[in-house]
């Protein structure tokens, strides 16, 4: 059975640290692209990040070029989201998700699978 969990989320201050994970099960991330998407209230959901092993992608929003970081555990089929210097509106919820078709887009039709998300609030 093919499944995403997403962990990690919670409350943190304006310029605080949150590491989120990824744990695939069913199926090898290193074989798919595999996307990091955030959806803030009453917005769009918005791809962030992505890696292709396969394609030899990484992808970063600008918005968070410089202050998130994308790690692939390939042998434990985990991914980590570490995210630095977070902003209020940075606050979402944040899910992975995989595409089948190895390649980073930020279209959400093209990834297969997705986690149930985890929730990511920055307030003082």
């Known amino acids: 059975q093919v499944q995403l969990v997403e962990s990690g989320g919670g409350l943190v201050q304006p310029g605080g640290s949150l590491r989120l994970s990824c744990t695939a099960s069913?199926?090898?991330?290193?074989?798919?692209?595999i996307g990091w998407f955030r959806q803030a209230p009453v917005k769009a959901r918005e791809a962030i990040s992505c890696?292709?092993?396969?394609?030899?992608?990484?992808y970063y929003l600008d918005s968070v070029k410089v202050r998130f970081l994308l790690s692939a555990y390939y042998a434990r089929n985990i991914l980590l989201l570490q995210m630095t210097d977070l902003k209020p509106e940075d606050t979402a919820v944040y899910y992975c998700?995989?595409?089948?078709?190895?390649?980073?887009?930020?279209?959400?039709?093209?990834?297969?699978?997705w986690g149930q998300g985890t929730q990511v609030t920055v307030s003082s």
């Open positions: 069913g199926f090898s991330v290193d074989n798919y692209a």
């Open positions: 890696i292709s092993r396969s394609e030899g992608s990484l």
């Open positions: 998700a995989a595409a089948r078709r190895a390649t980073c887009t930020h279209h959400l039709d093209h990834y297969d699978y």
